[in-house]
């Protein structure tokens, strides 16, 4: 028996198929050589198929059989979901059957059905792991946005803030959102925290509306105005230092167009130094509100409402 018909031998052996014709090719080469090369090759590219199949309807089954998604669904109680789930499990067996008849191109087909009808059933049950980080991811958020609004709220003047936050209630709040936190629970935990954050931005607001309308009235001279205009800059550039600085992580994409609103603030803010020094007061005034304006922006982009 030559090399090459050994060759053929094991490998359909090993493929468990036309074994008996590759014991008839030593005494047939003329006839069946050709066929028989063309059948090798028919063969690999067939096995090649099935084996791909077969991968696919392995991870199907395991997913329809052992993943907690699946459980979940069942377990779920939501009948639609559920029954989705079945039909999917029902392409699948097609799948296997017409796999088993050499159907290759029709048990993917099936298999693409199954994956398409999972992919809905899972869409219409809540994955709770799932919940649970992006709950955690936005607790953290907001936790930090918290601190970074008291840390703010506390560096104003005494006399602005008095009696426009109930720091008790507040700090009820914070606790109580703690308090969720610990027992795992960061969706239930928003809840309070929202609360908080919504006071704390309210008390801000309420804190640089007065403090506007105070000094508005104490106004004797254009000069006192402008210097008026240019501390509410230094204020407002000192708050937008600090959100950079310390802020929440989403303000990180933001960040770009935050420095082009600081980059075009200290413009104006030079343009009405030169103004004022000239004499032309009221132009360096509208010039200092447009950057006020423009810093107003920035901190409602860092999260902060004024």
């Not at 059933?121 to 980080?133: H, N, P, Q, S």
């Not at 008790?168 to 609360?195: G, T």
């Not at 000069?223 to 204020?235: A, G, K, P, S, V």
């Not at 980059?263 to 132009?283: H, I, Q, S, T």
Request: hydrophobic residues 40%; contains cysteine.
């Amino acid at each position: 028996m030559s090399k090459t018909s050994f060759k053929a031998i094991k490998f359909l052996v090993g493929g468990g198929l036309l074994i008996a014709l590759s014991y008839v090719q030593p005494y047939f080469p003329g006839i069946y050589a050709a066929e028989d090369a063309a059948s090798s090759v028919d063969s690999v590219e067939v096995q090649k198929k099935k084996k791909g199949t077969l991968n696919k309807l392995n991870l199907l089954e395991y997913i329809l059989t052992r993943s907690n998604r699946a459980k979940e669904v069942r377990a779920s109680g939501n009948d639609k979901a559920i029954a989705i789930l079945r039909a999917a499990s029902e392409h699948c067996e097609m799948a296997k059957s017409l796999l088993d008849e050499g159907e290759f191109d029709k048990s993917n087909l099936e298999i693409q059905k199954s994956f398409q009808n999972i992919s809905v059933a899972f869409r219409m049950v809540v994955d709770k792991k799932k919940e649970t980080e992006v709950a955690r991811e936005q607790y953290d958020l907001l936790y930090s946005r918290v601190k970074n609004f008291s840390d703010l709220f506390n560096q104003l003047p005494a006399d602005k803030i008095k009696g426009i936050l109930d720091a008790d209630k507040l700090n009820m709040l914070i606790k109580k959102a703690e308090s969720i936190d610990q027992k795992n629970q960061p969706k239930q935990a928003l809840v309070p925290l929202s609360e908080a954050a919504d006071m704390l931005e309210q008390a801000l607001s309420d804190a640089r509306k007065d403090e506007t309308v105070i000094y508005a009235l104490e106004f004797l001279t254009p000069e006192d105005e402008y210097n008026y205009e240019l501390q509410r800059n230094d204020n407002y550039t000192l708050l937008i230092n600090m959100i950079m600085d310390a802020g929440p992580p989403e303000n990180r994409k933001k960040l770009p167009l935050i420095r082009m609103l600081v980059n075009k603030n200290e413009e104006l803010v030079v343009e009405a130094d030169n103004l004022f020094k000239n004499g032309a007061v009221d132009e360096a005034i509208i010039l200092l509100e447009k950057g006020n304006k423009t810093l107003v922006r920035a901190l409602r982009l860092g999260g902060l409402t004024l």
